[in-house]
């Protein structure tokens, strides 16, 4: 019996072993969610700078800001950045460039009527501040009781986000009011989130 199990744990050991070396062969792929240079527990110094915007001439009577014509996209693809880049918004490991977020102040994909509608968030945010998530999808998800409500818009970007385990960061959205950003460590993409109180 004795044997038996001696056997079974070098094999094991041989299998871990493997394993992490052919992880460290594909450049730390499997842990990177696929994407070479993106997530891989990667989280960035900062969140993304404003977008540059064409600003309309100012007015007298300035009521409502200027809609893009656009029509409104069913989901959020980008084009890839880099070859292995993925096609949704992400941040580049190398530099920090936060990959997709351009639109602008003015993009109708993240109008909201009522901002701030539940509070603000306090729990913090950049880097200092990891959270797990603990449950939930992508309309209602929740970490140390903060609930959180994902942009329709992204709601392809968090089909491969784990909601009972994945780590977040929270940062501010500097272009859409009433929008924060939740960037996943492990897949390297972001997703505009909406607070949805305590």
């Known amino acids: 019996m004795k044997k038996f199990t001696a056997v079974s744990v070098l094999a094991l050991s041989c299998g871990i072993a493997f394993g992490q070396n052919r992880n460290q062969q594909n450049g730390g792929q499997a842990e990177r969610g696929g994407h070479a240079q993106v997530g891989g527990g990667h989280i960035p110094s900062r969140g993304p700078a404003p977008a540059r915007a064409a600003q309309a001439p100012p007015t007298a009577h300035a009521a409502e800001p200027v809609r893009e014509s ?7 693809h980008i084009a890839a950045d880099r070859q292995g880049h993925p096609g949704v918004p992400h941040v580049d490991a190398r530099n920090d460039r936060w990959v997709g977020h351009s639109s602008g102040a003015n993009d109708r994909n993240y109008h909201i009527n009522s901002s701030w509608e539940h509070g603000r968030f306090s729990g913090g945010f950049g880097r200092q501040h990891l959270f797990v998530l603990a449950g939930g999808n992508r309309e209602r998800f929740w970490f140390n009781n903060f609930y959180w409500g994902v ?5 392809n ?42």
Do not use: C, F, K
């Open 157 to 198: 970007i968090v089909e491969d986000w784990n909601w009972t385990g994945d780590q977040v960061v929270i940062y501010e959205d500097p272009d859409h009011v009433g929008w924060y950003l939740a960037y996943n460590s492990r897949l390297g993409t972001y997703a505009h989130v909406e607070y949805l109180g305590e």
């Open 151 to 155: 942009a329709s818009y992204d709601y």
């Open 70 to 76: 656009r029509p409104v996209a069913e989901e959020n």
